[in-house]
């Protein structure tokens, strides 16, 4: 059952466009994430957030910044697009504390395309 | 930072066979080890998870966690063509840390 939802499911734009995706999770929350997904399947922690902290992965350009509404809300901006852009971006969210059971409760993604 | 190495890349097994996935990783004091289940045109899903030195057996799924050797394993018995996916080992350096995933096995199973 569906509990983490993107939109687009897909978004082809060219490069240097500013682009915007959406993620809501009706789980209750406290912390959710973006991922990034290449072309060999591997996932790269963009960042984590919740209404206290955010955590950046110092590797992410910073044309991509997370804006969030709530706790139950994030969304992912990319200022200016390049080409390495073209992924799957995947979005989660999870309790927050030190629970070894917290999981990740993923989205159907957004597969991004840039030209 | 915790690397997570998988492996195979990929495994196509016949209908009823046993599918055994490996994932080694770099930190013997790692908290947690998570296997998620990913089809094509989905976000990954939580399968089964180890804490604890040994195994763990859900259904058709067993998981094998050896810290010493900085391995586990994920065996699936009688696979089913609906277990096709891409298997994602997961790492936990902490209780409050982030996970760290593998690249993936790609398994295909042939009815």
């Known amino acids: 059952e569906t509990a983490v939802f993107q939109t687009p499911n897909y978004h082809v734009t060219q490069v240097g466009n500013e682009v915007s995706f959406n993620c809501k999770q009706t789980l209750g929350h406290d912390t959710m994430y973006w991922y990034k997904q290449d072309s060999k399947k591997l996932l790269k922690i963009m960042f984590s957030y919740n209404n206290k902290q955010l955590i950046v992965n110092e590797t992410v350009p910073r044309r991509f910044s997370p804006q969030s509404s709530d706790k139950a809300h994030l969304n992912l901006r990319i200022k200016s697009v390049e080409p390495e852009d073209s992924a799957v971006y995947l979005c989660?969210?999870?309790?927050?504390?030190?629970?070894?059971?917290?999981?990740?409760?993923f989205g159907a993604g957004t597969r991004l395309s840039v030209l | 930072q915790e690397k997570v190495q998988q492996s195979p890349e990929s495994l196509i097994v016949p209908e009823g066979a046993m599918s055994s996935l490996n994932c080694t990783f770099s930190?013997?004091?790692?908290?947690s080890i998570w296997w998620y289940q990913q089809h094509p045109g989905k976000g990954p899903e939580a399968l089964i998870s180890i804490f604890s030195n040994g195994n763990k057996k859900e259904g058709r799924l067993t998981v094998y966690l050896n810290r010493a050797s900085l391995h586990v394993s994920l065996h699936i018995r009688d696979s089913q063509p609906s277990d096709s996916a891409v298997y994602l080992c997961?790492?936990?350096?902490?209780?409050?840390?982030?996970?760290?995933f593998g690249a993936g096995t790609q398994l295909i199973v042939i009815p």
């Open positions: 997961a790492v936990r350096g902490s209780a409050l840390g982030r996970l760290h």
């Open positions: 989660a969210s999870s309790r927050t504390g030190g629970a070894l059971q917290n999981t990740l409760y």
């Open positions: 930190n013997s004091a790692s908290q």
